[in-house]
């Protein structure tokens, strides 16, 4: 996969792109820069926040494919969760939700319009990552983050712009925050980066 940090769900457009803007992109695969060109594209759906509504949207996802290795890769926006129907702002809202305001998951479920098992799916997708983020702040504010944080403190250091924190864990761990398909597989996909970060100031 390669991210592109300058798009959000909100404004990716698969057919916005040109070759052009590969021309230094490196294959995730073999390393290779400036090999990459526009190739296809599939179909998926994701769940963002539009105010207080949770927006529905079936996309076209660009691919784009190295003439070195011939491998293709997913041109991803930056708050997209590979394999996850909710998108990184609409996550961190349903953890806000049931840790910080601890409203039961239930009620959240109901408010929303979700599956209380689409809800429980997103609190195990934090208790498989909540190590790795504190880890993360660990290391880019060891004198501001403590050696010990419940579930609440951990939510709370998330603070905008979240494309940057989102920007920083993959850098740090390979993955995006809260993928859980490849959780602890060593044969996890490499992420490369079109962007080399998020816009200045987030959304």
Same mark, same amino acid.
């Given at each position: %996969?390669?991210?592109?940090?300058?798009?959000?769900? +909100?404004?990716?457009? #698969?057919?916005?792109?040109?070759? !052009?803007?590969?021309?230094?992109?490196?294959?995730?695969?073999?390393?290779?820069?400036?090999?990459?060109?526009?190739?296809?594209?599939?179909?998926? @759906?994701?769940?963002?926040?539009?105010?207080?509504?949770?927006?529905? +949207?079936?996309? !076209?996802?660009?691919? *784009?494919r190295c003439f070195?290795?011939?491998?293709? @890769?997913?041109? %991803? &926006?930056?708050?997209? *969760?590979?394999?996850?129907?909710?998108?990184?702002?609409?996550?961190?809202?349903?953890?806000?939700?049931?840790?910080?305001?601890?409203?039961?998951?239930l009620k959240v479920? !109901?408010?929303?319009?979700?599956?209380?098992?689409? *809800?429980?799916?997103?609190?195990?997708?934090? @208790?498989? @990552?909540?190590?790795?983020?504190?880890?993360?702040?660990?290391?880019?504010?060891h004198e501001s983050?403590?050696?010990?944080?419940?579930?609440?403190?951990?939510?709370?250091?998330?603070? +905008? &712009?979240?494309?940057?924190?989102?920007?920083?864990?993959?850098?740090?761990? +390979?993955? &995006?925050?809260?993928?859980?398909?490849?959780?602890?597989? #060593?044969? #996890?996909?490499?992420?490369?980066?079109?962007?080399?970060?998020?816009?200045?100031?987030?959304?």
């Amino acid at each position: %996969m390669v991210y592109d940090f300058s798009k959000t769900c +909100k404004t990716y457009d #698969a057919n916005s792109y040109k070759k !052009e803007d590969f021309a230094g992109t490196r294959c995730p695969g073999c390393g290779a820069v400036g090999r990459v060109r526009l190739h296809a594209s599939y179909h998926r @759906h994701a769940m963002y926040l539009s105010g207080h509504e949770l927006i529905c +949207k079936f996309y !076209e996802i660009r691919r *784009i494919r190295c003439f070195s290795c011939k491998k293709t @890769h997913a041109v %991803m &926006p930056g708050d997209i *969760i590979p394999y996850k129907t909710l998108t990184l702002f609409a996550v961190l809202w349903v953890l806000s939700l049931t840790y910080i305001q601890e409203k039961p998951a239930l009620k959240v479920a !109901e408010e929303w319009g979700l599956s209380f098992q689409f *809800i429980y799916s997103v609190l195990g997708a934090f @208790h498989r @990552h909540s190590g790795r983020i504190h880890q993360y702040f660990r290391e880019v504010s060891h004198e501001s983050t403590p050696p010990g944080l419940a579930a609440c403190g951990i939510i709370s250091l998330i603070r +905008k &712009p979240f494309l940057e924190f989102q920007s920083g864990y993959l850098k740090l761990n +390979k993955r &995006p925050c809260f993928m859980c398909k490849f959780f602890g597989n #060593a044969r #996890a996909p490499s992420i490369g980066r079109m962007a080399p970060a998020p816009p200045s100031g987030g959304l």
